[in-house]
């Protein structure tokens, strides 16, 4: 699990893909969260991994768990004024991964790592909101089962458009 000792490599890598696709980076804001791991990530409901290879992180990947979102229904819900996805009871939360590891079975390794402490949990659905734009990241969802269900804006400075996605555990 990641602690404040690794801020400057979690910073780095999320940083990195924020600036390779023009988003707005915010410390205080949006970002406030990557800066003090330990308070935003404090487990075992949520929490924060790194990816490291010979001794640099080159990736990132959370999971938050919390109570099955309106399991009656399929589909969307609106939970805290958001859509969510319906009957998840955790999420896929910060998976990034640096340019210079793509390919390389990081993104899926962290993936697989955190859909095993969600079985581990007898989760039942996992919720991934991902922006439009990250193509490769869809892919590698599907990989795993995710299932496109809806859409949403993020509130966020970008007021960024992403796909929900679902994944059966």
């Known amino acids: 699990m990641a602690t404040n000792a690794d801020v400057e490599g979690v910073v780095n890598v999320i940083h990195?893909?924020?600036d390779e696709y023009n988003f707005t980076w915010e410390p205080e804001g949006y970002h406030a969260d990557l800066y003090d791991i330990e308070l935003h990530y404090p487990g075992p409901e949520d929490r924060l991994f790194v990816a490291d290879i010979d001794g640099q992180t080159v990736g990132t990947v959370g999971l938050e768990l919390f109570p099955v979102l309106n399991s009656s229904e399929s589909g969307l819900v609106e939970w805290n004024g958001q859509n969510r996805i319906a009957g998840a009871d955790c999420s896929l939360e910060r998976l990034y991964v640096h340019p210079i590891a793509r390919r390389s079975g990081v993104g899926q390794a962290?993936?697989?790592?955190?859909?095993h402490l969600a079985q581990g949990e007898a989760r039942k659905r996992m919720e991934i909101w991902s922006d439009k734009r990250f193509v490769d990241a869809h892919r590698l969802y599907g990989r795993f089962g995710a299932k496109v269900v809806g859409d949403r804006i993020l509130d966020d400075?970008?007021?960024s458009p992403e796909w929900g996605l679902r994944i059966d555990l």
């Open 110 to 115: 962290l993936m697989q790592h955190v859909i």
């Open 157 to 159: 400075p970008d007021q």
């Open 16 to 18: 990195t893909v924020f």
